[in-house]
């Protein structure tokens, strides 16, 4: 079955990197995008960005942009969202989500890994 | 603030049908039928429901449907069960980003 697989939990101290990662299966990895969105408690959903797994095109929110970078690494399936110079404020659970659309068009996201939980504190 | 405008909290009691709404404008919600809405139960990741508008994936209960008149697109629940207690996010294209646009999300309470 399609599934997302995403990397354990990670505590941080402020100013550091932390780099998620979210492998696929169950599906052609290059057929479709992945899109990362983040969640702090009790919030809504908050866009980060995608990335195209055929080229590895990407489009990053404004609000952490110059901070994030999302890869993929295609002979594995599996994406990876690098986020650095962590704040309080980047605690959140992060999920990656299988992006429905085109390069230009976001229709939805059809299927979405159970999460990531990253805490950032010193 | 999101983009788009949802109430944030609707209730109704076992076997009642409510309407969630998701508010936006004529660049995303009105001007195109690429809406979607996602379930989210606490501590699980979002589920999706509906996309392009009205359709359901397969699995998604049919009692779960979605409409759209103008710059507001509806989720109905009909025959509400307890466990239809969770969250709810719309989502849309628009056309200022690749990315899409969120709602702030909806808590649905099951008297």
């Known amino acids: 079955q399609v599934q997302l697989v995403q990397s354990g939990a990670e505590v941080k101290k402020p100013g550091a990197s932390v780099k998620v990662s979210c492998k696929a299966s169950?599906?052609?990895?290059?057929?479709?995008?992945i899109s990362w969105v983040r969640q702090a408690p009790g919030q809504g959903l908050e866009w980060m960005g995608w990335?195209?797994?055929?080229?590895?095109?990407?489009d990053y929110a404004q609000n952490v942009q110059g901070r994030v970078t999302m890869t993929t690494d295609t002979s594995t399936s599996t994406a990876y969202m690098e986020l650095r110079s962590l704040r309080s404020d980047d605690s959140a659970v992060y999920y990656c989500?299988?992006?429905?659309?085109?390069?230009?068009?976001?229709?939805?996201?059809?299927?979405w890994g159970k999460g990531t939980t990253v805490t950032v504190s010193s | 603030q999101s983009a788009l405008t949802q109430p944030a909290s609707v209730s109704g009691s076992p076997g009642q049908s409510i309407t969630i709404s998701c508010t936006g404008t004529?660049?995303?919600?009105?001007?195109?039928?690429?809406v979607s809405w996602y379930q989210q139960h606490p501590g699980k990741a979002p589920k999706l429901m509906i996309y392009?508008?009205?359709t359901r994936p397969s699995g998604v209960s049919n009692r779960f449907s979605g409409s759209k008149s103008g710059n507001t697109a509806s989720l109905t629940i009909s025959g509400l069960q307890a466990e239809d207690e969770a969250d709810y996010y719309c989502?849309?294209?628009?056309?200022?980003?690749?990315?899409?646009?969120f709602g702030g999300g909806t808590k649905l309470t099951v008297l």
């Open positions: 989500a299988r992006r429905v659309g085109t390069y230009l068009a976001y229709y939805y996201m059809d299927v």
């Open positions: 169950g599906y052609t990895f290059t057929s479709f995008g």
């Open positions: 990335i195209s797994a055929y080229n590895g095109y990407t």
């Open positions: 004529s660049s995303d919600v009105g001007g195109y039928n690429y």
């Open positions: 392009d508008v009205s």
């Open positions: 989502s849309s294209y628009t056309l200022s980003s690749t990315l899409g646009v």
